[in-house]
């Protein structure tokens, strides 16, 4: 029955409410006057009363805008208007029956009246609450499993209680003590339960509450969970949650960083604040994915001031937005200041520093993208090596204490613009140490950052979530992951490491097989991949490798990497010119970029930069003939 007024449109509801009201308010005024007189067989003379009741509820109730109210909606305001309807209207209708000259007892007016309150809001609240179940049933919950039968796990449980769209069928644990316990009458089944429980119940998602100090556990279980077709979602910040009420909010879709993370090495304080505190910090670049984590950083650690230096004028509006108004507390004692600026610009950049008195630089500004540099030669090398040379070169004259060079794994052996583009900036750092040993210049190499602009993650998640196909260049590309937290807190111990033209390699694990993480990422998402008969959900096709691609990259180019005091950063002994040699060498490389002679760039290039192959054709379009 409820089913079919739901469906009806909205005036047929009204009309269906006004039937309602005008016939039991007929039936309140005859049940007050028997209540009153204490007999079924009422007088003819009362009933002209009893006739004129329900028109003065209906004109009443209508003035009051009762019948514009949604039922399944109502709620205490609507116990006020309900209270005032019932008195106007039991008033009209008590100065009718006086003007009128009608035959109705007083006191049964009184009970008439507390009668039609008590239809008002007992019909209205029946209403709402069989609508509500109406729309429970229609809306069956999703079933949910919970991961771990501790505190975290009895929180989220308490927290889907209250939720018309998830609930939770059963807890999982590995603890065999805990095994056919219940939960508030949730029962704990083990791990080899869950696909039978996937199957009876129609499972779905799978919460996790592991706390965070197990992350490999954590880990584990995620990857374990890969064979089954759930979305799996972790609890935020468990440790600080257990004595505090869990919201929705805090449950997190796991994400691939989840995966390829690894358990926290502790940080040397020391070396986090060598080069920040107290001094005025500068990063370049620092809207981008690296540098605006940086910025983030840098200001933990109490500089005297942070000078943000971002060519892109949306990229420093995010990062300057997002410091001054989710970091307030921080900034309280620091000054800070959104420049937007171009490095290869010499004389503002000179002005930059001279201005603020930088004693440290982060020079992560760097156009990155391989594909992207080899159709755009120029701008990438006069960006990536001019643009640092000219930074550079200024610090070392400006006696700037320190120069942190963000750098990367594909300035190692490259095949590509980018990668000796950025292998040159490394060598005009090493070079320049000798003309401006009072400047420690320190280079950094590490490989890709997960969910940086330049990752493949983000792709794969827009990819993913438009039902594929996930795209992959080759099925043997193999990639350096690390987390962009892990990978600049390692910038900054490692910059603070640095005695002079040393260069730091990033510990950076295992490498991933690019495959593999489309189809961790595929799985993560709740579905699968199609295999070779078509049978899953998301479809990975190989597109082929872009022109400088390598199917894997490096750290080392042909030394062997010093251990040092922290585990996860290694320095590396370099070859590199004096800066006699260099400089030339560098000028006459300029000359032919600004030519767009980029098939003698390349011969250039292969005679500076040790290791690099470029075998691919030029794909410029402003490649001019040697």
Known sequence: MIELVDRLSRPYKQAISVAYDMVFAAIIAYAAIVLRLDSLTLPDEYQDAIFLFPFVVLFTFHLAGLYQVIARYVGARFLIQAIKATLTATLIWLALIWFLDLSYPRSSVVIACVFLLGYLTLSRATIRVLFKRNAALKLKPDSVLIFGAGEPGRQILRLLENSHTRKAVAFIDDKRKLINAKVDDVKVYGRKDIPDLIESFNVKEIFLSIPPANEARKREIIQWLYQFPVKVYKLENVDNLIAEEIKLKDLQEIRIEDILGRDPVKPHPELLTSCIQNKVVMVTGAGGSIGSQLCREVIKHKPQKLILVEISEFNLYQIEHELTHELTHELESIEMHALLGDVKNECQMHDIMTRFGVHTIYHAAAYKHVPIVEHNIESGIQNNTFGTLTLASLAGKLKIEHFILVSTDKAVRPTNFMGASK?????????????????????????????????????????????????????????????????????????????????????????????????????????????????????????????????????????????????RIKRATENYLPWSVLSSRLEELRMHVHQKSYCTVMQKLAELVPGFTHHDPIVDPFNQPS
């Open 423 to 567: 292998r040159l900036a490394e060598m005009c750092l090493q070079a320049l140490q000798d003309e401006h040993p009072q400047t420690c210049y320190v280079t950094v190499r590490f490989g890709n950052v997960l969910g940086s602009s330049g990752s493949v993650v983000p792709l794969f998640r827009k990819q993913i979530a438009q039902n594929g196909p996930v795209t992959i260049t080759h099925p043997e590309i193999t990639r350096y992951f690390m987390t962009i937290p892990e990978a600049v807190s390692l910038v900054i111990q490692a910059g603070s490491m640095g005695k002079g033209r040393d260069v730091f390699l990033l510990d950076m694990g295992e490498p991933v097989k690019i495959i593999d993480l489309a189809k961790n990422m595929i799985m993560l998402s709740g579905r699968t991949p199609k295999d070779e008969f078509g049978h899953g959900d998301i479809e990975i096709q190989y597109t082929g490798l872009r022109p400088g691609e390598k199917l894997y990259e490096e750290l080392l180019i042909d030394a062997d990497a010093e251990l040092t005091d922290h585990p």
